[in-house]
């Protein structure tokens, strides 16, 4: 059974940073596309970056290019999302995504994503 656990939200002040993590269970996160996706209120699911299965190259959202870095600690099957420069628009629920065959970074369709976690909160305000 695949379990993608994220920890690391909270509450930061604008400008601060927050890294959080997604741990993994049953599933190699190496040989898996990942992807960090987040939802605010009242809006649609963004997604904000991957890796791709593939060729390893990350994407990062327009919104948050720059400021958000993704990585991979292989030996602990987690992925981290460093967040940096936080905006209170930041604020959202953001959850990992993994798939073992299915390489989303290299497609719009999310649907067809096999695992996500329960998803973590990050607010940004003063």
């Known amino acids: 059974q695949v379990q993608l656990v994220e920890s690391g939200g909270g509450l930061v002040q604008p400008g601060g940073s927050l890294r959080l993590s997604c741990a993994a269970s049953?599933?190699?996160?190496?040989?898996?596309?990942i992807g960090w996706f987040r939802q605010a209120p009242g809006k649609e699911r963004e997604r904000v970056s991957c890796i791709s299965k593939l060729d390893g190259s990350r994407w990062f959202a327009d919104s948050v290019k720059g400021r958000f870095t993704m990585s991979r600690n292989n030996a602990k099957n987690t992925v981290f999302l460093a967040m940096h420069d936080l905006r209170p628009e930041d604020t959202a629920v953001y959850s990992c995504?993994?798939?073992?065959?299915?390489?989303?970074?290299?497609?719009?369709?999310?649907?067809?994503?096999?695992?996500w976690g329960q998803g973590t909160q990050v607010t940004v305000s003063s």
């Open positions: 049953g599933l190699t996160l190496e040989r898996s596309a």
């Open positions: 995504a993994a798939d073992a065959q299915f390489d989303f970074c290299h497609d719009d369709d999310d649907e067809g994503i096999d695992h």
